[in-house]
């Protein structure tokens, strides 16, 4: 949420940013950020399912190597912080619920899986 919030914030298209958010594969992306994300959401998932074609298709979609490093280190990265955030239970300030109202757009809102609460 914190990282969709300085998207919207700080990016020209605020409501871009909101559509990314709620599910970026109905965004109106150029193809590079396309294959960038489809590549990041798959490392984050099915990480054992990454192949050698995965990189192939961002390749196809114009990056060099060294973006492509960047593209991976950014994501296992993030997935990182997130696992570690998880296991030592850090949990989110009060008001995050008030916050995120500012700038969330309404559709995303109103998507049950962004905003649950998760049970103690």
Same mark, same amino acid.
């Given at each position: ?36 994300? !489809? ?7 099915? +990480?054992? &399912? ?6 192939? $298709?961002?390749?196809? *979609? ?34 995050? !619920? ?7 757009? +309404?559709? &995303? ?6 905003? $649950?609460?998760?049970? *103690?």
């Amino acid at each position: 949420m914190s990282h969709g919030g300085f998207l919207r914030q700080h990016s020209d298209d605020p409501v871009l940013a909101s559509h990314i958010m709620h599910d970026y594969t109905k965004a109106d992306l150029d193809p590079t950020t396309r294959a960038m994300l !489809d590549f990041a959401v798959k490392l984050t998932k099915e +990480p054992s &399912a990454m192949v050698k074609g995965d990189v192939g $298709k961002l390749r196809d *979609a114009g990056l060099t190597d060294e973006q492509i490093l960047s593209v991976v280190l950014i994501t296992c990265n993030f997935n990182f912080m997130a696992r570690m955030a998880n296991a030592l239970g850090v949990e989110l300030g009060e008001g995050r !619920d008030e916050q995120i109202a500012e700038w969330l757009s +309404p559709e &995303a809102a109103a998507q049950k899986w962004l905003m $649950k609460v998760k049970e *103690a």
